[in-house]
């Protein structure tokens, strides 16, 4: 039994620290936006020209105005639930675009596994093969 309590102490710990870490990343992330220089509305119109009273209402769309704990507790609150909002580039759910751009990133990832894993076997073999000479030192390195 003590074995398993010191399991699920050190488990709970790693946890905890996870969790605490993404808090602090998720807050840091938040106020590096909040306190960008970049006019979120502007970026996202461009270069074309809209009325005051169209800016206004993204404004007041995208909460533009509301104070920054309101702002990060609502953004908080929404990433909770999954909700990821939308892409200002794609113009379409951030878990869409998320979704599409992950299945790219998973062949990348397993192609190069496959060719590391493989080059590395040959190269264990081939220096293997001669080992204690130039070619096993230099595949060593």
Not at 19 to 32: E, I, R, T, Y
Not at 52 to 59: G, I, P, Q, R
Not at 113 to 118: A, E
């Amino acid at each position: 039994m003590p074995d398993t309590e010191k399991i699920v102490g050190f488990a709970g710990k790693k946890i905890l620290r996870l969790v605490s870490l993404l808090v602090v990343v998720c807050f840091v992330s938040f106020m590096l936006i909040q306190y960008s220089p970049i006019d979120p509305v502007r970026a996202y119109i461009g270069e074309m020209t809209v009325s005051e009273e169209h800016k206004a209402k993204l404004e007041e769309y995208w909460g533009v105005n509301t104070p920054p704990q309101e702002k990060f507790l609502n953004w908080a609150g929404n990433i909770l639930k999954g909700d990821f909002g939308t892409s200002l580039i794609y113009r379409m759910p951030v878990a869409d675009v998320i979704k599409e751009r992950s299945i790219a990133s998973f062949v990348l990832m397993a192609t190069s596994w496959l060719f590391s894993g493989v080059l590395g076997f040959i190269l264990g073999i081939v220096a293997g093969m001669n080992k204690g000479t130039w070619v096993d030192r230099a595949i060593k390195q």
